[in-house]
């Protein structure tokens, strides 16, 4: 089944010819939707979270952190006890995006300015320390996954053919729901429903979205 709360994702891959056409793109395209895609990614060795390199289990693509050329900054992140360092390594962590609000897949940053320098506004959200993965590029950059799609996606072929297989019903009721809202907003906008109608339809279908989404 594929993830419900990442189901935009597949229809990016589903609005594909072929898979070489769609690997081509979340090869070269760093910019959203192929960059969320690309995160997803399982990458060699696994994720490298921001509690493991807190911890200090430190592997990138198999080999020790401290060794990979681009890791010297995010391996002083759990090693420097000064305020550039220890400051994020706590088990609930407020994460930054400039421009866009945040994502499973987004790059997003620890530090608010840094975020800031990406567009603006600045959009937060306070996550488990397991749900920030390392975008192995430097200290300041980081992925959003939150742990339970972390390994769900081995490979780009996995992420192709889950997507492709039948959607979940699940996934189809939250893209009904969905249609709902837009409808009714559509409807407040245009005078055809008052705004008491409009806050308890409204309501009603955030709390359905947000049982579908808690459900397992």
């Known amino acids: 089944m594929f993830p419900p709360e990442i189901e935009d994702l597949a229809e990016v891959a589903r609005s594909h010819r072929s898979f070489d056409e769609f690997r081509y ?24 979270t921001l509690e493991d390199v807190c911890k200090g289990r430190l592997k990138w693509a198999g080999k020790p952190l401290e060794d990979y050329v681009y890791a010297k900054g995010v391996w002083a992140v759990g090693r420097n006890p000064d305020a550039t360092g220890r400051k994020f390594c706590k088990p609930k962590i407020t994460i930054y995006r400039g421009g866009s609000e945040i994502k499973p897949g987004d790059w997003v940053a620890l530090e608010e300015e840094y975020a800031r320098g990406h567009g603006e506004p600045v959009y937060r959200l306070t996550v488990p320390w397991t749900d920030v993965v390392w975008a192995g590029t430097y200290e300041k950059e980081w992925y959003y996954v939150p742990k339970h799609l972390q390994g769900v996606f081995r490979s780009l072929e996995d992420f192709w053919k889950l997507a492709h297989s039948n959607p979940s019903e699940k996934g189809e009721r939250l893209k009904e729901l969905e249609l709902e809202k837009r409808a009714t907003v559509h409807a407040y906008v245009d005078g055809k429903i008052s705004y008491r109608e409009y806050v308890e339809k409204i309501t009603a279908l955030d709390n359905e979205i947000r049982r579908l989404k808690t459900k397992n």
């Open 25 to 48: 793109y979340v090869s070269i395209v760093r910019t959203r939707p192929y960059s969320r895609i690309h995160a997803l990614i399982e990458p060699e060795g696994g994720f490298v």
